[in-house]
């Protein structure tokens, strides 16, 4: 069971530059995440997929696209990279958004822009 | 609007010793509040949450927290602090008014000295 899986773990871009976050679960979970961790920030929500087919902006969408490709799997673009992007994305999943359930959360990618 | 403050950065506590992470909330409504922890290189890890019921919730690796309404408070405690506790926590809200998403504090690096 390997539970939500990202893709890459790192990552170097140069400004301007595009790249795609990948990220997958297994666990039949109906909604998807994308938080940003930067120091002393916490983990603010870049935008969220609250079942297949649908996606919303969270707190700080701007510079980000999503795609949720299907019920398994939620991409994180960044069309045009500037160095503010700079932080560790992570992916998180849960079974239904209402209530307590409990957020999965992928291992991480760092992403450096130079 | 709803808000986490974790108003500690960092603390540090003897191997043995009973530590407690501190954490107040603000949130329209009854507050469902999380426990996460973060280990080096890895993603966020569910301790604990309080829904509703007793205030006092135990959690995983022997963590407790204590809700505490008139004080709107959410702390992390535990009774014999282990080297291996050493970690980043997070405390987090769920916000019930339409999107159901979580916020999380700034959190609190927490360091346990042999």
């Known amino acids: 069971n390997a539970g939500v899986t990202q893709t890459p773990k790192f990552q170097v871009l140069k400004t301007g530059q595009s790249m795609t976050l990948q990220c997958a679960q297994d666990m039949n979970h109906n909604s998807m995440y994308w938080y940003r961790q930067d120091p002393g920030m916490g983990l603010r929500l870049i935008y969220y997929s609250a079942s297949e087919g649908t996606t919303d902006k969270g707190e700080v969408p701007n510079g980000y696209n999503v795609s949720r490709l299907n019920k398994r799997e939620f991409s994180l673009r960044l069309e045009s990279a500037a160095p503010s992007q700079t932080s560790v994305y992570f992916c998180?999943?849960?079974?239904?958004?209402?209530?307590?359930?409990?957020?999965?959360f992928g291992a991480g990618s760092r992403l450096t822009v130079l | 609007a709803q808000s986490v403050a974790q108003p500690e950065d960092q603390v540090n506590v003897a191997e043995g010793n009973p530590l407690t992470v501190k954490c107040t909330y603000s949130v329209s409504g009854n507050p469902y509040l999380f426990w996460y922890v973060q280990y080096p290189n890895r993603g966020l890890q569910f301790l604990l949450k309080?829904?509703?019921?007793?205030?006092l919730v135990k959690g995983s690796y022997g963590f407790e927290a204590e809700f505490n309404k008139s004080q709107t408070s959410f702390h992390l405690k535990k009774p014999s602090a282990l080297v291996s506790d050493s970690a980043l926590y997070f405390c987090?809200?769920?916000?019930?008014?339409?999107?159901?998403?979580?916020?999380f504090g700034t959190g609190t690096r927490l360091t346990v000295i042999p």
């Open positions: 987090a809200v769920r916000d019930q008014t339409g999107a159901n998403n979580l916020f």
């Open positions: 998180a999943s849960t079974f239904d958004r209402a209530g307590a359930n409990v957020l999965t």
């Open positions: 309080y829904i509703t019921g007793d205030n």
